[in-house]
């Protein structure tokens, strides 16, 4: 495992600056993305908490999601659209792939992405409502880049002509992930448990593991149409993992 890879990841997946000569390959981007992850999430929970105290849960939530959004580039959020319009419209695999790599956003990327903002928004709010639902925010964070780093495993297919897919292929092992899905699920299993009791622990994971399964639904058609991932594909798989877990914890009550 290099280990100039949590450098190499917030280089690549974040607007932080590092030392150049740290972060001159991707090869550690995916093994370390839940840790930015981690890193993000806790940012966004803060901010989300703050503005609920501050101004209204809705303030809170929006303002959580405008700072992922700039302290990410707004990248997954580009992926999500564009993936969106290749996967959407019935066209073959080559079209789709030409019209992902283009640098406008189509109808069918707009009305994905305005949906799973209302969306993250709205479940977000609701959660900032309740004791500990600050948790399911920075959960969802989290669980978004564990599903990116599923794509590092060794067999999963990329997409002809994805550059970054082709240079983060094979990166991630499963014990690897394995530790850090572990890691995660306890984290936040534990401060769920402790802010709230046993049920919002159990709802938190059951969140998660529907995110997770959200992320594998979009790798899967994704890897259908356009015969594996890309980049983009990765940050729809984030994205997708994201809402699933604002919006199941949000919809199971867990947080009270």
Same mark, same amino acid.
């Given at each position: 495992?290099?280990?100039?890879?949590?450098?190499?990841?917030v280089a690549?997946?974040?607007?932080?600056?590092?030392?150049?000569?740290?972060?001159?390959?991707?090869?550690?981007?995916?093994?370390?993305?839940?840790?930015?992850?981690?890193?993000?999430?806790? !940012? $966004? *929970?803060?901010?989300?908490?703050? /503005?609920?105290? %501050?101004?209204?849960?809705? =303030?809170?939530? #929006? +303002?959580? &999601? @405008?700072?992922?959004?700039?302290?990410?580039?707004?990248?997954?959020?580009?992926?999500?659209?564009?993936?969106?319009?290749?996967?959407?419209?019935?066209?073959?695999?080559?079209?789709?792939?030409?019209?992902?790599?283009?640098?406008?956003?189509?109808?069918?990327?707009?009305?994905?992405?305005?949906?799973?903002?209302?969306?993250?928004?709205?479940? !977000? $709010? *609701?959660?900032?409502?309740?004791? /500990?639902?600050? %948790?399911?925010?920075?959960? =969802?964070?989290? #669980? +978004?880049? &564990? @599903?990116?780093?599923?794509?590092?495993?060794?067999?999963?297919?990329?997409?002809?002509?994805?550059?970054?897919?082709?240079?983060?292929?094979?990166?991630?092992?499963?014990?690897w992930l394995?530790?850090?899905?572990?890691?995660?699920?306890?984290?936040?299993?534990?401060?769920?448990?402790?802010?709230?009791?046993?049920?919002?622990?159990?709802?938190?994971?059951? *969140?998660?593991?529907?995110?997770?399964?959200?992320?594998?639904?979009?790798?899967?058609?994704?890897?259908?149409?356009?015969?594996?991932?890309t980049g983009?594909?990765?940050?729809?798989?984030?994205?997708?993992?994201?809402?699933?877990?604002?919006?199941?914890?949000?919809?199971?009550?867990?947080?009270?």
């Open positions: 495992m290099r280990w100039t890879g949590p450098l190499e990841s690549l997946l974040t607007v932080v600056r590092v030392p150049a000569a740290a972060a001159t390959s991707t090869r550690g981007v995916l093994p370390w993305a839940p840790l930015v992850g981690l890193a993000l999430g806790g !940012a $966004a *929970a803060g901010v989300g908490v703050l /503005g609920a105290h %501050l101004v209204s849960p809705l =303030a809170g939530a #929006v +303002a959580a &999601l @405008a700072l992922l959004a700039a302290l990410t580039r707004a990248l997954h959020l580009d992926g999500l659209a564009d993936t969106a319009d290749g996967l959407g419209p019935l066209r073959g695999r080559e079209r789709a792939l030409q019209v992902m790599h283009q640098g406008d956003v189509g109808p069918f990327g707009v009305v994905t992405l305005v949906l799973t903002l209302l969306l993250q928004a709205a479940a !977000a $709010a *609701a959660l900032l409502e309740r004791d /500990g639902g600050w %948790l399911a925010l920075w959960a =969802a964070v989290v #669980v +978004a880049r &564990l @599903a990116m780093a599923r794509t590092g495993l060794p067999g999963v297919t990329t997409a002809e002509g994805s550059t970054l897919g082709r240079a983060v292929a094979g990166t991630v092992s499963a014990p394995a530790g850090w899905a572990l890691t995660a699920g306890v984290l936040a299993g534990a401060a769920a448990w402790l802010a709230t009791g046993p049920g919002a622990a159990a709802g938190l994971v059951g *969140a998660a593991v529907a995110g997770l399964l959200a992320a594998e639904t979009v790798r899967v058609r994704a890897t259908a149409r356009l015969g594996g991932v983009d594909v990765m940050g729809a798989m984030g994205e997708a993992a994201a809402t699933v877990v604002l919006v199941a914890a949000a919809a199971l009550g867990s947080f009270a």
